[in-house]
T-cell receptor, first 114, second 116 residues
Framework: AQKITQTQPGMFVQEKEAVTLDCTYD???????LFWYKQPSSGEMIFLIY??????QNATEGRYSLNFQKARKSANLVISASQLGDSAMYFC???????????FGTGTSLTVIP | GAVVSQHPSWVICKSGTSVKIECRSL??????MFWYRQFPKQSLMLMAT?????????EQGVEKDKFLINHASLTLSTLTVTSAHPEDSSFYIC????????????FGPGTRLTVT
């Protein structure tokens, strides 16, 4: 089974609107971390937000928030007030326990329309 | 946040030659570094985990004799693609864990390799 599933290969959003990028995960480890990264066309991986499995509150970082639903094993990224510069690939990732390996999803390509 | 650099950012080489890519942690000591490969419009694929002072751990299907990894110091890991072929053309990204930071990996900007 896939550790991380991103079911939206591509998404479009109007500038200034909010958009949700879906991510579901699969693990039996009670301790894990969930990450979202942005990859613009330049290729660099930009860390956006982190959610720990024991965190009670949903993580927020500026315009980014993570909708963490533990029972459903989902960790959706919400981007509010989309900007043209948000157009990029977005990857969801998970780390199990304190291990080294990150599991990445297949990514979602987001296009912000002016 | 911590900074990881990669050099070169892009390289073109001829088939049969070897290419070395460097990954450096600039403001922290990285006991563990990772090498990923990414094909266009695909996800990152972990190639190997590099631990300072010991042999790298390669993922299944990755040829260790073709992709030589050396982690000689706490701030430098190198990936050498030996006898490169056009199918080795890809985007290679390294990342590093800061032992002071218990959860994040810091990524380098990537190296685009084209083998002609």
């Amino acid at each position: 089974a896939q550790k991380i599933t991103q079911t939206q290969p591509g998404m479009f959003v109007q500038e200034k609107e909010a958009v949700t990028l879906d991510c579901t995960y699969d693990t039996s480890d009670p301790s894990y971390g969930l990450f979202w990264y942005k990859q613009p066309s330049s290729g660099e991986m930009i860390f956006l937000i982190y959610q720990g499995s024991y965190d009670q509150q949903n993580a927020t970082e500026g315009r980014y928030s993570l909708n963490f639903q533990k029972a459903r094993k989902s960790a959706n990224l919400v981007i509010s007030a989309s900007q043209l510069g948000d157009s990029a690939m977005y990857f969801c990732a998970m780390r199990e326990g304190y291990g080294n390996q990150f599991y990445f999803g297949t990514g979602t390509s987001l296009t912000v329309i002016p | 946040g911590a900074v990881v650099s990669q050099h070169p950012s892009w390289v073109i080489c001829k088939s049969g030659t070897s290419v070395k890519i460097e990954c450096r942690s600039l403001d922290f000591q990285a006991t563990t570094m990772f090498w990923y490969r990414q094909f266009p419009k695909q996800s990152l694929m972990l190639m190997a985990t590099s631990n300072e002072g010991s042999k790298a751990t390669y993922e299944q299907g990755v040829e260790k004799d073709k992709f030589l990894i050396n982690h000689a110091s706490l701030t430098l890991s190198t990936l050498t693609v030996t006898s490169a072929h056009p199918e080795d053309s890809s985007f290679y990204i390294c990342s590093a864990r800061d032992p002071e930071d218990d959860y994040e990996q810091y990524f380098g900007p990537g190296t685009r390799l084209t083998v002609t």
